[in-house]
């Protein structure tokens, strides 16, 4: 017999708190950070961790081609689950919760289910998605995206990373190159919980936030030649300089999102010079520029804007410049239905609530493509993230999780 569902339903929070701790000291560093680049073989351990807990609760485990990972649940009927995780890779100097929070949530969701003998109507999943954070390899959330078949998986296995070694071969190595069609199972709903990783929620003194969509993401890397000479004897005038070129791009994209306002943000976050002496002009400069906006006709001309500085650049100071696009995505809007859903769960609850854009990229923004979408926010302390320091108190955490396990129950029936 079915257990009727209550909303005093809670999870375990001393339980999701420990394997979140578990999970972190896998490839764990200094200051209580995390590195688990994508497909290393910190991430490889990693994935047995959170696959092994998976089984564990009777999951049905699946890995496809690009190394993504379902946990399936059933329910009374056959169909697409009601699907929820995020990623469990880290960039070089991760926060333990980045990621990490939305896969363990699932579990902890599933484990709680079990205990309290509670059946859904439809199945529901838990799934972690191969490289979501580009750390390693471009661009990043590869795995939801070749989920959803907005990139070809042969396309993806072929991608070389940072450090020359491609997807495909290091999937191999660390066992994780699956056999199951990439995009299976369809998803009913997805919903991810995760931390903020912005200041606003704190901020508010907000519990909840309800994310309503993503900020569209444009990377660009530029190349950038110039003439190496003697810095004491060349004037001026008659400089061809690499590394005055790649100040002045950077320069250009803080004035970008200082003239342009409202979402609109730009980083200079990679930038290298050769033969990087003090005392010569550099002949050779690699940077990144990251340019986001919440809406798509702002950040087309921000990104045309930044194109035509560029231009101007060549022709001013005699570089040369070449442009590669790392990563290019649309703003993408949440289901509007699943938003209300989240709010008013949260809500009911008794947390506080407020409506938000994700600053950063998220699995989510992939499967929105193809199935009802929302995400769950919880406050970042500092709005801190991708840092050894990042912190989400243990309420906090308790708090999503909760209300993720009861839009989870709404939408399985």
């Known amino acids: 017999m079915t257990t009727p569902v209550r ?20 490839g764990s560093i200094d200051g209580g950070g995390v590195c688990r680049l994508a497909l290393s073989p910190e991430d ?3 994935r047995d961790l959170v696959v092994g807990w998976m089984r564990e609760l009777g999951l049905a485990v699946s890995v496809d081609r690009i190394g ?28 333990r919760y980045d990621g990490n929070l939305g896969v363990l949530a699932g579990v902890e969701v599933i484990e709680t289910l079990n205990t309290a003998g509670i059946e859904t109507e439809h199945p529901l999943a838990v799934a972690f998605f191969t490289n979501e954070e580009g750390a390693r ?13 907005g990139m070809g998986v042969d396309e993806a296995l072929g991608v070389v990373g940072i450090d020359g070694r491609s997807v495909g071969d290091c999937l191999a190595e660390i066992g994780y190159a699956g056999e199951a069609g ?48 003697h810095a004491g004897t060349t004037p001026m005038r008659m400089r061809t300089d ?39 002009i550099a002949n050779h400069a ?36 070449t442009s590669r696009t790392l990563a290019r995505f649309e703003p993408v809007a949440f289901d509007p239905d699943l938003v209300d859903k989240v709010e008013a769960i949260a809500w009911a609850q008794g947390h506080s609530v407020r409506r938000l854009p994700s600053g950063a990229g998220h699995d989510a923004q992939m499967l929105a493509r193809v199935c ?42």
């Open 7 to 26: 909303r005093e339903l809670t999870i375990d929070g001393g339980r999701l708190d420990q394997r979140i701790a578990a999970l972190a000291e896998v």
């Open 44 to 46: 490889k351990a990693g």
């Open 68 to 95: 993504n990972v379902v946990g399936v649940r059933p329910g009374r009927r056959d169909g697409p689950p009601v699907m929820t995780g995020s990623h469990i890779d880290t960039v070089r100097t991760g926060g």
């Open 137 to 149: 390899f471009a661009p990043d959330m590869m795995g939801s995206l070749v989920y959803v078949g």
């Open 182 to 229: 990439c995009g299976a199972p369809a998803v009913k709903a997805f919903v991810e919980l995760h931390v903020e990783q912005g200041p606003v929620l704190e901020a508010e003194g907000v519990v909840i936030g309800a994310v309503e969509g993503v900020q569209g993401i444009s990377w660009t890397e530029y190349t950038i030649g110039g003439v190496s000479n």
């Open 242 to 280: 690499a590394g005055y070129a790649a100040a002045a791009i950077a320069c250009e994209a803080r004035r970008i999102a200082t003239e342009f306002g409202g979402d609109q943000v730009a980083t200079v976050g990679a930038i290298t010079l050769k033969p990087n002496l003090v005392n010569v």
């Open 286 to 321: 690699l940077l990144t520029v990251d340019v986001r906006n919440t809406d798509e006709a702002t950040l087309q001309a921000a990104e045309k804007r930044m194109a035509d500085f560029v231009a101007a650049l060549v022709r001013d100071e005699g570089v040369t410049i």
């Open 372 to 413: 009802p979408t929302a995400m769950i926010f919880v406050p970042s302390v500092g709005g801190i993230s991708h840092n050894v320091r990042e912190y989400t108190s243990p309420e906090h955490l308790q708090a999503g999780t909760n209300v993720l396990l009861h839009v989870m129950l709404d939408l399985a029936g």
